[in-house]
């Protein structure tokens, strides 16, 4: 009964922005954690940024750049000086019982958004 449906991405030139969504199926308080993930072609998928109530977690290749956080049905990702590494597919994920850096942590994912950044 849970579904995660991401949006926002797209291509953008090196320095750029780009807010990415996740609209979500029941009300995002129910999710003890939420999160990010990426995974560019032929790389391992990575975790981006995480959410937790009242607390945040990021990748060092994106902190002070990247900003996670939550409304009532929807989660966020607001990236700025992207650069062209941060190209991938990005996923929503999220949980309702743990909250932990790395894929297996969490329940539900969704589709994915592509993110392309060019030099």
């Known amino acids: 009964q849970v579904h995660l449906s991401e949006s926002g991405g797209g291509s953008v030139n090196s320095g750029g922005s780009l807010k990415l969504s996740c609209a979500t199926s029941?009300?995002?308080?129910?999710?003890?954690?939420m999160g990010w993930f990426r995974q560019a072609p032929g790389k391992q998928r990575e975790p981006v940024a995480v959410?937790?109530?009242?607390h945040q977690t990021y990748a060092d290749s994106v902190q002070g750049r990247f900003t996670i956080f939550r409304e009532p049905n929807t989660l966020y990702l607001q990236m700025s000086d992207l650069k062209p590494e941060d190209s991938a597919m990005y996923y929503c994920?999220?949980?309702?019982?743990?909250?932990?850096?790395?894929?297996?942590?969490?329940?539900?994912w969704g589709q994915g958004t592509q993110v392309t950044v060019s030099s």
């Open positions: 959410s937790r109530i009242d």
């Open positions: 994920v999220a949980d309702s019982r743990r909250c932990a850096f790395l894929p297996g942590a969490f329940e539900h």
């Open positions: 029941i009300p995002t308080d129910n999710f003890f954690c």
